[in-house]
């Protein structure tokens, strides 16, 4: 399977939304509810952030939130503080017991 | 809370084998999924195993599959990847994730990572 598309960056102002996109194909983002989304700050693990396409799990700031249209995947940062400079991957279930992950976005908050 | 701690990464050369263990608390183990995603530098995070509750299914990404085995131990809240004939390509960091109740939604605790290198 093939990896699912993510711009390299992205960036905003304190206080400012940002988007960020997730390309797949109609056999995996097109398909299933099932994308997620982690966050990852330099030198530790990915944490999520979203899961189901939309839920938030508990401790996630609701500045968090994702969405879907067809192949393509988004999630939005509202209202960007400093600590949410990271990288983000999206992942998406691919079917046939298979996960799918972005090459990830690094956004800077300037 | 869920704590995932890897072990047993390091240095090896191609061809060579290694086998890395993840020590779950924090959760009822045997009631889960669990999966290896692994890290290469600079890159994307890309999922490479995952073994059901009762370890009776594994199932393995294709780059993997024939070198890669995956074994849990539900009495000692242990997670196992036996891996061999090792590829410069397989150099990463390899975490250990646990799934969700729906194990398709992905990937939600993971552990800190351990390095494999393998190299000449």
């Known amino acids: 399977q093939s990896a699912l598309t993510q711009p390299p960056s992205a960036s905003g102002s304190p206080g400012q939304s940002v988007t960020i996109s997730c390309i797949g194909t109609s056999s995996d983002i097109g398909y299933y509810n099932y994308v997620s989304w982690y966050q990852q700050h330099p030198g530790k693990a990915p944490k999520l952030i979203i899961s189901h396409v939309t839920n938030r799990p508990s401790g996630v700031p609701d500045r968090f939130s994702g969405s879907k249209s067809g192949n393509t995947a988004s999630l939005t940062v509202s209202g960007l503080q400093a600590e949410d400079e990271a990288d983000y991957y999206c992942?998406?279930?691919?079917?046939?017991?298979?996960?799918?992950f972005g090459g990830g976005t690094k956004l800077t908050v300037l | 809370q869920v704590q995932l701690v890897e072990s047993g990464g390091g240095v090896v050369q191609p061809g060579g084998s290694l086998r890395l263990s993840c020590a779950a608390s924090?959760?009822?183990?045997?009631?889960?999924?669990m999966h290896w995603v692994r890290q290469a530098p600079g890159k994307g995070p890309e999922w490479v195993a995952f073994?059901?509750?009762?370890?009776?299914?594994?199932y393995y990404e294709d780059s993997v599959k024939g070198r890669f085995a995956l074994s849990r131990d539900n009495s000692k809240n242990t997670l196992d990847l036996q891996m061999n004939s090792l590829r410069a390509e397989d150099t990463a960091i390899y975490y250990c994730a646990k799934a969700p109740d729906i194990a398709a939604a992905g990937f939600d605790h993971w552990g800190q990572g351990t390095l494999v290198t393998v190299s000449s």
């Open positions: 073994i059901r509750s009762d370890g009776r299914n594994k």
């Open positions: 924090g959760f009822t183990f045997n009631n889960f999924g």
């Open positions: 992942a998406s279930y691919a079917g046939s017991v298979t996960w799918v």
